[in-house]
């Protein structure tokens, strides 16, 4: 997409959700073209099978809706968006997580909806998404992304949500921290980081006993015992 066009495609973006009420669904031609070009997006995706795939298609097509992203946080005016919702979702899937939680933010603030075929509502689709993919990571020797793990626990701290997604949050937290302190090396550990793991792991057992971290918790507590 040329310089121009991207700049086009912001300004009517802005323009489309100034003109709409909070929690209203934006109304212009400008929206109803960028439905279509997620149409087009999503019937794309329905012809790969494999997940990985369907990542790379994402990742494909997510540039296309970046300027009307962009448009539509700046106008800052809250009106009901899919399309902006659905490029949340994908950018989790696709594990960008910083700029699904800007979306995610002004969506919590403006009490936005997920598109019909997500059953869950945007504060727990976000926790959960990112604290599974982020566990998998570190899972796979991988570093998670911890200040989006802390971004997450924060912007939907105040949010209603089965106790078993918090807990699986606090979980990739703990998992985070615990990487980070170096517990499991052979240097000296960051008994600050432990301290920090331990502390959401004991969380992650309070809102849920069985979500599998009662072995860490021991191991971080040998490591900080007097």
Known sequence: MSLARKHFQRVMAAKAAAAADPGEPIKANAYELELIRLAD??????????????AEVKRRVLPQFEPWIQGVLEAGRGGQDDVLMTCMVWLIDIGDFPAALEIAAYA?????????????????????????????TI???KPADLESLDRALLLTSDSDMPDEVRAKLHKALGQA????????????????????????????VELHDRVGVKKDIERLERVLKP
Do not use: N, W
């Open 139 to 141: 899972a796979a020797g």
């Open 41 to 54: 997006a999503k019937r794309a995706l329905k012809q790969v099978q494999s997940i990985e795939r369907k």
């Open 177 to 204: 921290l615990q990487a980070q302190s170096g517990v499991d090396g052979t240097g000296t550990p960051d008994k600050d980081a432990a301290q920090s793991a331990l502390a959401h792991f004991k969380r992650a």
């Open 108 to 136: 919590l603030k403006h009490k936005l909806t997920l598109p019909d075929q997500y059953k869950r509502d945007v504060a727990t689709l976000v926790a959960e998404e990112i604290a599974e993919q982020s566990t998998a």
